[in-house]
């Protein structure tokens, strides 16, 4: 019987119940959605040489047998994506945003295909893989309309009106090189790219190999939608040996992961002088005020918090609550955590689903085990649930967290959330500005004004007033990214698309050049200038 087959199962952890959802009667497995076929079609024109492979982290299992890409196959995309790339580029924006909107569409028609990969490589809940298809359809509906007019000509006026003629265009940079992460394997990877594409760049992307067969959907289903098939190019292979040479050829670079590496990444941009953005970690911080609606704060704390199992750049993993509605929260995130289903079943009903690796299991147990030992209490979870799967556990609340805890400080990237209790406002904007990240924050109260003025204060990229995340990064017409070691640069708006391209300046003078004529000579030419910039500056010209 596979794990997804299996009857439902209880557990009762050290605090509560926590229930596994049942797998529908004939539920798919692995075996249905990753066929040798479906292998074949999606790995397509990919550049490798070697092998690789990718597991499901439901159960530890093989998916599927991929080509691995050595430091000249990134070459060889990198080759093939520069010679597709003019002619994209000379294609009209309109034109290259109507692939977009066929993308979109294409994406909501068939997103059942892509909901099974998502799980299976991930090994999250489907309603959290959902999210994914949501981001892109929203992403792709605005580049799709809104591209040619961020990507328009526009006049200035010139150091002399009307005499010179001042003209912005914009410019693809060439070939930009993506480097995906693992949590979000749709979002992350071709959502990133559409802003790309539409700007007229080709891409050659590195998602992670455990993660690719999401990623190569999307990229076939870009080519379905009208996308030239040379102008998206992917390589795998792993991190340390293709990541560096995606960016030694790039130019410019996408990446979202860690702090750590992007550092690195953005060092070997540095030195060839090529742009980057980057979305890195975060350590973000929930805040609920003395007026808050309590009822309300603990269920979006359990969306903020347990989300794609907190393997989310943007989820919570700190809870600063007003001492005067602590307990009351408390008493009411706890019941509803504890609540919560776990299942791998690739259809919707499960609350949450699974770790994706080893790694981030050991690091959410070394989290609240040492939190534990130093004298965090344990409110709800804090179990390892391999009576689901190898890399289930249970999203855990810990209360009583003190420095020199390490889920104080460091990023668990996991189901794991910290309660702390506060009675000034103004000392718990400091308490969540302390870390180095900036990425996400969250307010919550009955007052928007009050929301609004703490929010100005708190020192991320993003705030949610009355809701964990979504809000701000499903508001794709506005910025989205990080401060301090949150990261470089933004996605989404008109940051988003301008980031991929090269600004240049057009100027034409007419009638009279801007040097000494009319027989002045260099004293009366300076003299005049001098005369002008003052009678401009009169008029209030800028």
Avoid at 348 to 377: F, I, P, W
Avoid at 401 to 419: A, Y
Wanted: charged share 20%; net charge neutral.
């Amino acid at each position: 019987m596979t794990d997804s087959q299996a009857p439902a199962a209880q557990h009762t952890g050290a605090l509560g119940t926590n229930p596994t959802a049942a797998a529908p009667a004939g539920a798919r497995t692995a075996a249905d959605v990753v066929t040798p076929e479906v292998v074949a079609q999606l790995t397509r024109g990919v550049v490798g040489s070697g092998r690789t492979a990718n597991h499901t982290p439901f159960t530890g299992e093989k998916l599927a047998d991929l080509p691995e890409s050595t430091p000249e196959d990134v070459a060889e995309a990198f080759a093939r994506a520069r010679a597709a790339q003019p002619a994209w580029a000379a294609t009209s924006p309109r034109a290259r945003a109507a692939v977009l909107l066929r993308f979109h569409d294409l994406v909501l028609e068939r997103q059942a295909e892509v909901l099974d990969l998502i799980q299976l490589e991930t090994g999250k809940a489907r309603l959290h893989a959902h999210e994914e298809v949501l981001a892109v359809a929203v992403a792709a509906r605005h580049y799709g309309r809104k591209a040619p007019s961020y990507l328009r000509p526009r006049r200035h006026t010139g150091v002399v009106p009307v005499l010179t003629k001042t003209t912005e265009l914009r410019q693809p940079r060439g070939v930009v090189g993506q480097i995906a992460p693992w949590n979000y394997p749709l979002e992350l990877s071709v959502g990133d790219a559409l802003p790309a594409f539409v700007s007229g760049n080709a891409v050659v992307m590195k998602p992670d190999t455990e993660t690719a067969l999401t990623a190569l959907w999307a990229r076939d289903l870009l080519i379905e939608a009208g996308l030239p098939a040379g102008v998206f190019q992917v390589v795998l292979g792993d991190g340390p040996v293709v990541g560096p040479e995606v960016v030694r050829h790039a130019d410019y670079v996408s990446f979202t992961g860690s702090t750590r590496t992007g550092r690195e990444v953005a060092q070997g941009a540095a030195a060839r002088l090529v742009g980057v953005s980057l979305e890195l970690g975060g350590k973000n911080a929930m805040l609920v005020l003395h007026d808050a609606d309590i009822d309300k704060a603990a269920a979006g704390a359990v969306r903020a918090c347990f989300s794609s199992a907190g393997q989310l750049c943007i989820s919570i993993e700190r809870l600063y609550v007003h001492e005067s509605v602590a307990d009351a929260f408390l008493e009411r995130f706890a019941a509803r955590t504890k609540a919560m289903r776990l299942g791998s079943a690739l259809a919707y009903g499960a609350d949450m689903g699974s770790l994706v690796g080893e790694r981030q299991l050991e690091t959410v147990k070394r989290h609240v085990e040492e939190a534990v030992a130093k004298g965090a209490t344990l409110v709800a979870g804090g179990v390892h649930r391999t009576d689901i799967g190898p890399l289930f556990y249970e999203p855990t609340i810990l209360d009583g967290v003190e420095s020199p805890m390490s889920v104080c400080t460091e990023e668990t990237f996991g189901p794991v959330v910290s309660v702390y209790r506060f009675q000034d406002e103004d000392d718990v904007v400091e308490q969540a500005n302390a870390t180095p990240y900036g990425l996400n924050s969250s307010v919550w109260t009955k007052d928007g004004r009050r929301g609004h003025a703490v929010a100005a204060r708190l020192r991320t990229g993003t705030v949610n007033i009355n809701e964990g995340y979504a809000p701000a990064y499903g508001s794709v017409q506005s910025p989205m990214g990080g401060m301090k070691d949150s990261g470089l640069s933004r996605r989404h708006g008109s940051e988003g698309i301008l980031k991929y391209t090269e600004a240049q300046t057009v100027a034409q003078q007419r009638l009279i050049p801007l040097a000494p004529s009319f027989g002045m000579d260099d004293e009366k030419y300076a003299a005049f200038m001098s005369t002008s910039l003052k009678v401009m500056k009169a008029l209030r010209l800028r």
